[in-house]
């Protein structure tokens, strides 16, 4: 069963809490994402994974950091969580030139 | 760098007409990159709907199709006669061939009307 799960679907965070969002696949893909969507911009990739600790930043990967320890997950962490960083967040999965699965996506609030 | 332009955030249409969204990228690889489209349906993640990988080829799914245009960069989504189903927001995308970055549109959300 291809999948990319999302853990947890709903957050919500006081500012300056740190926030941390997991994502697992079970395609053995190299290659993971994490993407934040906001209304009017679209997704922005902010970290790419191209296997176990061998993470590029994405486009905004300021006030994110990554962690891939093993192969089939990928974590994003927010150190101290500011309000502008309320957002839904995607984890992302793909062999190279392949197919992106996605997940269901997690929505974050911090107030 | 590259990037993925659509120019419609949302549009509406009734049940039975045509439809087209609009796709046009920019990249700065000498190779051409994959296109993509996909969507995403009210509560779920994001899912493929059509991919074309060879510049002048059309893919096709569910009823949509794109055509891989490199003369005009082009990438839009047609469909013939569009369903309430088909509600959703509708995401054209790039892979480029070196990083291996999937950059995304801004999204189109397809209202269709009963």
């Known amino acids: 069963d291809m999948k990319v799960t999302q853990m947890p679907r709903y957050l919500i965070k006081r500012m300056g809490e740190n926030v941390l969002l997991e994502c697992g696949q079970d395609?053995?893909?190299?290659?993971m994402y994490w993407y934040r969507q906001d209304p009017g911009l679209g997704l922005q990739l902010i970290y790419i994974?191209?296997?176990?600790?061998?993470?590029s930043e994405g486009d905004i990967p300021k006030g994110y950091r990554v962690s891939r320890k093993k192969r089939e997950h990928f974590s994003l962490i927010l150190d101290s969580a500011k309000t502008n960083q309320t957002s839904v967040y995607f984890c992302a999965s793909s062999r190279q030139s392949a197919e992106v699965f996605f997940g269901k996506g997690t929505r974050l609030t911090v107030v | 760098g590259d990037s993925v332009t659509q120019t419609e955030g949302q549009v509406t249409v009734s049940e039975s007409k045509s439809l087209i969204i609009n796709c046009t990228y920019s990249?700065?690889?000498?190779?051409?990159?994959?296109l993509f489209w996909y969507v995403r349906y009210p509560g779920e993640g994001l899912q493929l709907l059509l991919k074309v990988i060879t510049a002048g080829q059309k893919g096709s799914s569910r009823g949509f199709e794109a055509t891989y245009n490199k003369e005009t960069t082009s990438f839009h989504l047609q469909k013939a006669s569009v369903q309430e189903s088909d509600s959703a927001v509708y995401y054209c995308a790039l892979l480029t061939t070196n990083a291996y970055k999937v950059i995304f549109g801004k999204g189109t959300h397809l209202h269709v009307l009963p």
């Open positions: 994974s191209y296997d176990v600790d061998s993470n």
């Open positions: 990249t700065t690889s000498i190779a051409y990159p994959n």
């Open positions: 395609m053995s893909h190299e290659t």
